[in-house]
């Protein structure tokens, strides 16, 4: 199975893959709860971010989606916890997610600072 980069640098910015609460050897989800899988994919975002020599105060936007817009309430209640100060631009969209139980997915744009181009 080829491993796909959590994210990619250019031109002095970090753009991440969707990241998902997911085992990625099993593609098992890996929380039944909307917190559970937020903490996950924030964890995720950070390990990111933080090989790009950047992290959550440098994004620049955000992409949610989410497998209900009940969840919706839930993100929005979340959201400042993840983002206290220097919130980024977002979006959310209510889609079919790719993985039975996955209830969110994130993607990020973000300043780079130390990692070189790599497109």
């Known amino acids: 199975?080829?491993?796909?980069?959590?994210?990619?640098?250019?031109s002095?910015?970090?753009?991440?893959?969707?990241?998902?609460a997911i085992d990625p050897e099993t593609l098992a989800v890996?929380?039944?709860t909307f917190e559970g899988q937020a903490k996950e994919i924030f964890r995720q975002l950070d390990q990111a971010l933080?090989?790009?020599?950047?992290?959550r105060t440098r994004v620049l936007r955000l992409d949610c989606y989410l497998a209900d817009r009940a969840w919706f309430p839930a993100w929005?209640?979340?959201?400042?916890?993840?983002?206290?100060t220097?919130?980024?631009?977002?979006?959310?969209t209510v889609t079919t997610l790719p993985i039975d139980g996955?209830?969110?997915?994130?993607?990020?744009?973000a300043?780079?600072?130390?990692?070189?181009d790599r497109s």
């Not at 002095?12 to 998902?20: D, E, I, K, W």
């Not at 996955?102 to 744009?109: D, T």
């Not at 300043?111 to 070189?116: G, K, N």
């Open 30 to 32: 890996l929380s039944d």
């Open 102 to 109: 996955l209830l969110i997915e994130i993607q990020a744009i």
């Open 111 to 116: 300043i780079a600072t130390a990692q070189e």
């Open 86 to 92: 220097a919130a980024p631009a977002r979006i959310t």
């Open 76 to 84: 929005n209640a979340l959201f400042p916890t993840y983002f206290p």
């Open 50 to 55: 933080a090989a790009a020599g950047s992290d």
């Open 1 to 10: 199975m080829t491993a796909f980069p959590s994210a990619r640098t250019g």
């Open 12 to 20: 002095g910015l970090v753009f991440t893959s969707g990241l998902a």
